[in-house]
């Protein structure tokens, strides 16, 4: 790290910056920037898939044990998260293949850990090495912009509202108490995907 980044570094340290939302196309590029060989590389996939694709928080990723995943309804068991509420969330067929591939890698390695995102020797993930393993993989990816697991989160909540979710349906997903917290995830809609809405609406004017 020269001069110049450690400057920038202790200028931002406490900052919190407005979060920023990938489009499909960057979140895809996301995903697949680990290795879709090395274990690591699945598991990393799974992770990115987790937070993108079922909307979790990171300590809820890192929480799941396998059983906490069906994958025949799609649905993840998140028992304890936020003020230890639980919920069941969905997750797409595709971000659920990549934990499929990590479930079957961790069978093959036979890791035998409780907590399904773990290292190859079975222990728990860092907050921390995940948050770096996802800007690594955003710079790969070509990504210029901030990403770390949160903003991942609010991409699926984005996705989400301009898939035709309600925000109550939205709330239930992310797992918030507050309709207003929601409302806040989904300011990053654009004003042109707003506008395309309000001129597709039908009106009985």
Not at 123 to 143: F, H, K, N
Request: glycine letters at 6%; proline letters at 4%; aromatic letters at 4%.
């Amino acid at each position: 790290m020269d001069t110049t980044e450690q400057s920038n570094l202790r200028t931002n340290l406490g900052k919190k910056f407005p979060v920023e939302i990938l489009t499909a196309a960057e979140a895809r590029a996301l995903l697949y920037a680990p290795s879709s060989r090395a274990p690591t590389g699945l598991r990393n996939r799974a992770v990115i898939a987790t937070l993108y694709g079922g909307g979790l928080r990171l300590a809820e990723a890192l929480a799941l044990k396998p059983s906490d995943i069906d994958y025949d309804t799609s649905e993840i068991r998140i028992l304890h998260g936020k003020n230890d509420r639980s919920r069941t969330a969905g997750i797409d067929e595709g971000a659920l293949g990549h934990l499929a591939r990590w479930a079957d890698a961790r069978r093959a390695r036979r890791i035998r850990s409780r907590a399904f995102l773990c290292t190859l020797a079975g222990e728990p993930l860092d907050p921390r090495y995940v948050r770096q393993m996802v800007q690594r993989c955003a710079s790969r990816a070509g990504i210029d912009k901030r990403v770390h697991p949160h903003g991942l989160r609010h991409t699926h909540a984005v996705e989400l509202e301009r898939a035709g979710f309600t925000v109550s349906e939205i709330q239930q997903q992310l797992g918030h108490t507050s309709l207003n917290t929601t409302a806040v995830y989904l300011n990053h809609i654009s004003p042109s995907a707003r506008v395309a809405k309000i001129r597709n609406r039908r009106s009985e004017l």
